[in-house]
């Protein structure tokens, strides 16, 4: 019974496509060994490490069950280091309640390209860019450039897109 009331609470899966990371802070005399993880309540997921460079390009999903309450979606850089703690190379966080929201707006006959809704840079968010979600081949699709704060340099690109279930909202 406790399994099948929280596959209830499952709205869908959404994928995060961790592209690339842009001008990254050096931890390491060489460069940088980093990698991303990727958290959403409980939920904890890691790329690969990307060995000494501070412009990785990971290009890796990294897939999210979405249940509500919907939570910002936490991203955090690490430097992997072999005999000590990995060191923090920033983090950011970006609320994923206004994609889910564009998704709602989808609707037949929608032309290829749309723009569903754009998101500015503020105070309030951890935007580099305008961030904007569109309709794109069928799919709602949201781009970012995330500036990663608690750092002296750093952003780490995202694409999210939804991914249909059979029990899903949308």
């Known amino acids: 019974m406790e399994r099948r009331r929280s596959m209830q609470e499952i709205l869908g899966l959404l994928k995060v496509r961790i592209v ?20 959403l309540g409980s939920q904890k997921l890691k ?5 000494r460079n501070v ?22 850089v690490y430097d992997k280091d072999t005999f000590s703690r990995d060191d923090a190379m920033g983090d950011a966080e970006l609320d994923i309640q206004p994609y889910l929201d564009a998704m709602k707006m989808v609707w037949d006959g929608i032309p290829d390209g749309a723009l569903l809704k ?8 951890c935007l580099a860019a305008e961030s904007s979600i569109v309709y794109k081949n069928k799919k709602v699709v949201q781009e970012a450039i995330l500036r990663l704060r608690n750092v002296e340099s750093g952003e780490v690109e ?13």
């Open 55 to 76: 412009n990785p390009e990971w290009n890796e999903d990294l897939t999210l069950s979405i249940s509500n309450p919907i939570m910002p979606m936490k991203i955090e």
């Open 47 to 51: 790329t690969s490490v990307k060995k």
């Open 20 to 39: 690339r990371g842009t001008n990254l802070a050096f931890r390491d005399t060489r460069g940088s060994d980093p990698y991303v993880v990727l958290r």
């Open 118 to 125: 754009s998101i500015e840079p503020s105070s309030d968010n």
């Open 158 to 170: 995202i694409q999210m897109q939804w991914v249909k279930i059979t029990s899903s909202w949308y």
